[in-house]
Nanobody, 125 residues
Framework: QVQLVESGGGLVQAGGSLRLSCQASGRTFSQYAMGWFRQAPGKEREFVAAINWSGGIIEYADSVKGRFAIDRDNVKMTVYLQMDSLKPEDTAVYYC??????????????????WGQGTQVTVSL
């Protein structure tokens, strides 16, 4: 089993940056693909970015390509989301999630079995 705890959210002005962290507990972190999702009020949870177990395969939602970067440190059992050039429409609760890495797609929330509690990101004008 894996427990996930996000941190690093907050309030930032448009154009600013934040770095989210997701600390995992458990012995098999390196076997999981990790994803970041977000959910804004009144909207469905949406895919943001994902990274496979080795860091060799990365996916991004079109809305964040070129602005966000995901990476992971398997020794520290942590996955990160660097968010630059933030926009008000990036405002949401951000969740990290884990799925067994079997080489499949990484953008579907239904494929993830472990979720963190989320961290709020608010981008003001």
């Amino acid at each position: 089993q894996v427990q996930l705890v996000e941190s690093g959210g907050g309030l930032v002005q448009a154009g600013g940056s934040l770095r989210l962290s997701c600390q995992a507990s458990g012995r098999t972190f390196s076997q999981y693909a990790m994803g970041w999702f977000r959910q804004a009020p009144g909207k469905e949870r949406e895919f943001v970015a994902a990274i496979n177990w080795s860091g060799g395969i990365i996916e991004y939602a079109d809305s964040v390509k070129g602005r966000f970067a995901i990476d992971r440190d398997n020794v520290k059992m942590t996955v990160y989301l660097q968010m630059d050039s933030l926009k008000p429409e990036d405002t949401a609760v951000y969740y990290c999630a884990a799925q067994y890495d079997i080489g499949g797609p990484m953008h579907e929330p239904r494929d993830y079995i472990y979720w963190g509690q989320g961290t709020q990101v608010t981008v003001s004008l």
